[in-house]
C-alpha cells in the first residue's frame, strides 16, 4: 500500500506543477501572499485556502509520506450553499440506521443581524476524520481506529467498553453512544453501507439537492475535492484548527 | 469527645453495670449503621443493574454533550482518597518516618475499601465492563491515560491488597517493598487520570500539564482528611481512648494537612488568574464556577466547606482538639465531592461549538444526575463505610504493634 501511494505520487505532482506553469517554490511564494491578502480583508478571523494547505499538507510530498493513504478520502463543504433541508441527515440516518436520539451529521444554524447580504447560514457538522485524531488516540482498547488504507475514522463495535473517552477528547462532538449497538457510534463516510459496496459517495453527499458536500479522493489531484481544496483564490478553512487535529472536512463557500 | 469511656475494666460493680450499657448501645448503634449502610449498597447495586437493562440513554443524566457525570467524578473522588491514603500513609511505613506509623494498618486497608468503590461506581458508568477486561488485554492502546490508568490501578490495587495482609502477618520488611510499588503504581495511576482529562485539547477547561500535578497534590489532600477522619471515627466505633501515639500521628497528619490545603488553595487561584488569559470557552467555564451555575458549589462547597473552614479548624485544633480535626476532616471530604464533581461537569459545560456562535448551543450546557446516579453513588460511599466498620471488628481496630515485633 505505502509504495503504490508514493511510486505514482511523483510523477502526478510533476504533472500537476507543470499544468500549473509554476514550480513549487513559485506556488508556495504565492500561496503566502494569498494568506497575507486573505488575512487583511477576513480581519484575521477566516483561516485561509493557505494556511489549512500548508497545515495540512506541509508539502505533497511530505504529507503523502506521512499520511499515505490511497484513497484519502475527504469532504469539502460549501457551506454557502446549504439550505438546512436536512436531507443529507434523513440519508445519513437511512443509510446507516442511526436512531432517533442520535446522529452522525447534522446542520447548525448561524445568524448574523448586523449581515448586509443574508442573515443565516448553515453549517453541516460531522467527524472530521482528522488526520491527528485524538478519539483514536484516547481509546484504550483500540475499539477506534484511522484505517490504514483509507484514512476513514472507524469504530470496532465489538471493541468499544463505552468508556465515552472518545466522545469527550473529540472537539466536534461527532460521536454518540448507540444503544442498540452496545458502541459508540460516529460518521464512518458510509464505508460499511456505500463505499465497500462499490458506490463512490457517501449517503450525505449523494443526496444533496445543493451540491454542498463533496465527497472524493484527496490523494487525487483530479478530483473536485483536491481542486477545491487547493483553490487558492477561495478561502477554505477547518473547524477548530487551534487543536491540532488537522481535520480532513474541509468548509468553503461558492 | 473522650467521653468516661475506658477500655479498662471497671472495679466497682456500678461501674461494670454502666459499661455494659454502654456497650449495648454502640453495638446495636453499630448493627443498625451496618444495616443501613447494606440496604444503600444493595439499593446502589439495584440502581446499577436497572440501569444497565434499560440503558444508560434513559437511566443517567449524561448525555452526547456531557458524557461524563457523576459516576465519573464519584470515581475519582474515591481513587483520589485512596491514592492519597495510600501516599500519606506511606510517609510513615514505606519512608519509615516514626510518627506516621500507627495510622498504616487503617489508611492501607481504607485505601484498599476506597479503590474498590471507585471500581464499584465505575463498573456502572462503563457501558460494557465485560468487554473491558477482555480488550484491555488483548487490544491495548498505549497512548490511552484511560489504558494505562485502569491497568495501573489494577495493579495498585492488588499491592495495596497484599501490603495490607502482610501488615496484618507481621511481615513489615516485605510490606515495606510491597507498598513501596503501590505508592509507584498510585502515583502512576492517579497522574495519568490527571492526564485522561489533561491531554484533551478540545476541552480548554481540563487542557495542559496541570492536571496531573493537581491530582496528585489534592490526592494527598484529601487522605490527610480522611486519615484523620477515619482513624476518629474508630476510635469511636471501638469505644476505645486514643492512644498518644496515635494522637501524635494525627497531630503530624493534620500538619501535613495544613500545607497541602494551602497548595491546593495556590494552585486553584492560579489557575483562574491564568485561565482568565485564556481563550472565551476556557473563561466561560470559569465564570460558570465565580458566578454562574457553578457558583454555589465552588464557593460555598469546595472552597468554604473544603477549604477555608477546615483550614482554620486545623490550625485552631493545633493538632491537639480530636474533635475539632475530625469535623474539619468530615467538611474536607464532603467539599472535595463537589470539588470533583465541578472538575468533571464544568469541563464539558461548554459547548464544543461555542465559538461557532450557532443557534442550537446559545450558552452553557446542563446537566442534572439522575436518581440512578444518585443512588450508585450513595451506594459506593455506603460500601466505604460498610468495609470500613467491619473492618475495625475484624481486625480488631487496626492495632499497631511495634514494627520490629515482625522482622526476627
Known amino acids: 500500500m505505502d509504495l503504490s501511494s508514493k511510486t505514482p505520487k511523483a510523477p502526478e505532482k510533476q504533472e500537476q506543477d507543470e499544468n500549473n506553469g509554476a514550480t513549487e517554490m513559485e506556488r508556495r511564494t504565492f500561496l503566502k501572499l494569498g494568506l497575507a491578502i486573505t488575512g487583511v480583508f477576513a480581519g484575521g478571523t477566516l483561516l485561509s485556502a493557505v494556511s489549512v494547505v500548508d497545515k495540512v499538507f506541509a508539502s505533497r510530498q511530505e504529507f503523502a509520506d506521512q499520511y499515505p493513504y490511497k484513497p484519502h478520502y475527504s469532504m469539502i463543504i460549501r457551506q454557502d450553499n446549504c439550505i438546512d433541508c436536512e436531507r443529507c441527515v434523513q440519508a445519513c440516518a437511512k443509510t446507516n440506521h442511526v436512531p432517533e436520539y442520535g446522529y452522525r451529521t447534522r446542520i447548525l444554524e448561524q445568524e448574523h443581524p448586523e449581515s448586509t447580504d443574508r442573515t443565516r447560514e448553515f453549517i453541516p457538522v460531522l467527524c472530521n476524520h482528522c488526520n491527528n485524531p485524538a478519539c483514536v488516540r484516547a481509546c484504550p482498547t483500540k475499539a477506534t481506529y484511522k484505517n490504514k488504507e483509507n484514512g476513514i475514522v472507524m469504530v470496532d463495535k465489538d471493541k468499544c467498553i463505552g468508556c465515552k473517552t472518545c466522545m469527550s477528547a473529540c472537539p466536534f462532538n461527532g460521536r454518540y453512544y448507540n444503544e442498540e449497538t452496545k458502541s459508540v457510534d460516529k460518521c464512518n463516510f458510509c464505508f460499511d453501507t456505500r463505499l465497500s459496496q462499490g458506490e463512490t459517495s457517501t449517503a450525505c453527499a449523494s443526496a444533496c439537492p445543493a451540491k454542498v458536500r463533496i465527497f472524493g479522493d484527496l490523494s487525487d489531484p483530479q478530483s473536485e475535492v483536491y481542486k477545491r481544496v487547493h483553490d487558492v483564490e477561495k478561502s477554505v478553512w477547518v473547524q477548530r484548527p487551534e487543536t491540532g487535529v488537522k481535520p480532513n472536512v474541509f468548509y468553503t463557500k461558492g | ?408
Not at chain 2, 469541563?347 to 450546557?365: A, C, M, R
Request: with cysteine.
Open chain 2, 1 to 408: 469527645m473522650t467521653e468516661s469511656v475506658s477500655t479498662e475494666t471497671a472495679e466497682a460493680p456500678f461501674l461494670t453495670a454502666r459499661w455494659g450499657a454502654l456497650q449495648a448501645i454502640r453495638n446495636r448503634a453499630y448493627g443498625l449503621t451496618v444495616f443501613i449502610l447494606s440496604v444503600l449498597v444493595i439499593a446502589g447495586v439495584a440502581a446499577g443493574v436497572h440501569a444497565k437493562m434499560v440503558g444508560s440513554l434513559e437511566a443517567y443524566g449524561a448525555s452526547r454533550e456531557i458524557p461524563w457525570g457523576i459516576l465519573i467524578s464519584t470515581y475519582v473522588f474515591f481513587v483520589v482518597t485512596s491514592t492519597g491514603l495510600c501516599l500519606v500513609s506511606s510517609i510513615g511505613h514505606v519512608f519509615g518516618v516514626e510518627a506516621l506509623m500507627p495510622i498504616a494498618k487503617r489508611s492501607v486497608f481504607l485505601a484498599v475499601a476506597t479503590i474498590v468503590a471507585g471500581f464499584f461506581v465505575i463498573f456502572f458508568e462503563i457501558e460494557n465492563p465485560f468487554r473491558m477486561a477482555i480488550y484491555n488485554v488483548i487490544s491495548p492502546n498505549l497512548t490511552s491515560n484511560i489504558w494505562w490508568m485502569g491497568t495501573l490501578y489494577g495493579a495498585y490495587m492488588v499491592f495495596m491488597a497484599v501490603e495490607f495482609l502482610l501488615l496484618v502477618k507481621g511481615k513489615y520488611r516485605i510490606a515495606t517493598i510491597i507498598g513501596f510499588l503501590g505508592v509507584i503504581a498510585g502515583v502512576a495511576a492517579h497522574s495519568n487520570l490527571g492526564a485522561v482529562f489533561g491531554m484533551l485539547d478540545g476541552r480548554e477547561f481540563w487542557y495542559g500539564p496541570f492536571m496531573p500535578i493537581y491530582f496528585i497534590t489534592s490526592a494527598m489532600m484529601s487522605g490527610t482528611a480522611a486519615i484523620v477522619l477515619f482513624t476518629w471515627l474508630a476510635y469511636k466505633v471501638n469505644g476505645k481512648k486514643i492512644e498518644p501515639a496515635t494522637a501524635r500521628a494525627l497531630e503530624v497528619t493534620t500538619k501535613v494537612g495544613i500545607l497541602l490545603i494551602a497548595v491546593i488553595l495556590f494552585f486553584t487561584t492560579w489557575k483562574f488568574i491564568i485561565g482568565f488569559a485564556g481563550g472565551e470557552s476556557k473563561i466561560m467555564a470559569l465564570e460558570s464556577l465565580l458566578t454562574g451555575p457553578y457558583a454555589f458549589n465552588f464557593w460555598v462547597l469546595e472552597v468554604g466547606v473544603g477549604m477555608v473552614l477546615p483550614l482554620i479548624l486545623y490550625l485552631q485544633s493545633k493538632g491537639k482538639n480530636l474533635s475539632l480535626m475530625a469535623l474539619a476532616s468530615a467538611m474536607m471530604m464532603f467539599g472535595i465531592f463537589f470539588m470533583r464533581y465541578d472538575l468533571v461537569v464544568v469541563g464539558q459545560v461548554v459547548p464544543l461549538q461555542h465559538e461557532l456562535s450557532v443557534n442550537e448551543y446559545p450558552g452553557l450546557l446542563s446537566y442534572t444526575p439522575s436518581v440512578h446516579e444518585i443512588l450508585i453513588v450513595l451506594g459506593g460511599i455506603a460500601m466505604v463505610g460498610l468495609v470500613f466498620l467491619i473492618g475495625e471488628k475484624a481486625f480488631g481496630g487496626h492495632v499497631a504493634e511495634a514494627h520490629e515485633g515482625g522482622e526476627h
